[in-house]
């Protein structure tokens, strides 16, 4: 069963048709990639499933249940999360005080507990904490670099940060906005298996990515749009051949 589908999503901005009739389905357990030149509307995508825009036509679903229309949070509460392609951490909080922000949608105490600092306040802090700290050694940001200002760590670590604080709402469904952007050889094929492991630990993927060979060894199935319509879908080997595919994006290298 498809944990996430678009049907017939369209999104216009003005004259400009940014997503054209788009259908796109994502099983749940996979690694599922989206691909396309600038322009082809895939971060728009990854905005209308967290709601960021409401589709001017067509359908969003999560789990069987429309989404379209739901508030961001409300998405995210359903089990979605994001990065972005542009970092946007909070600069002068440590590692785990970033992490413990994505924790804030799972955290139950209410105002007068945090305003009393009663004792379930601190216990939920503590099993916060400690949440926090797993998920840092979990994609790797070595231990002495947890406490220091994010603004102040190394490109690579920061996008691992960033994708620790997007896990910490324990979602069912991550998004990730060209990850590898910016990353050596070494970061990407560290990314590759951060990737693995997350999808091991039961939360589906999906990603946009422009580096061509992390997506065709690490994507199961992948989606290519071009000028906001979808033009190919399927394994990696099918969208390798498409004679489509290499005229709009992947050029004749690639065949």
Known sequence: ?????????????????????????????????????NG???????????GVYRPDAGEVAF???????????????????RTFQNLRLFGY??????????????????LADSLLHTPRERREEASARARALELL???????????????NLP???????EIARALASQPRLLLLDEPAAGMNPTEKDELARLIRAIRDRGTT???IEHDMGLVMRLCERITVLDYGEKIAAGSPASVRANPRVIEAYLGPAAS
């Open 63 to 81: 789990d069987g249940a429309r989404i379209d229309g739901l508030a961001t949070y409300r998405i995210a509460r359903r089990g979605i999360a």
């Open 1 to 37: 069963m498809a944990l996430l589908e678009l049907r017939g999503a369209v999104k216009r901005f003005g004259r400009l048709t940014v997503l054209k009739d788009l259908s796109l389905s994502v099983e749940a357990g996979a690694i599922d990639g989206v691909i396309g030149p």
């Open 93 to 110: 909080l440590d590692a785990i005080e970033n992490v413990l922000i994505g924790e804030n949608s799972k955290l139950g105490a209410s």
């Open 205 to 207: 993927v999906l990603l």
């Open 137 to 151: 050694d979990f994609v790797g940001l070595p231990h002495e670099s947890q406490g220091q200002f994010a603004r």
């Open 40 to 50: 082809a509307g895939k971060s728009t995508l990854f905005n209308i499933v967290t």
């Open 155 to 161: 490109y690579g670590a920061q996008r691992r940060l």
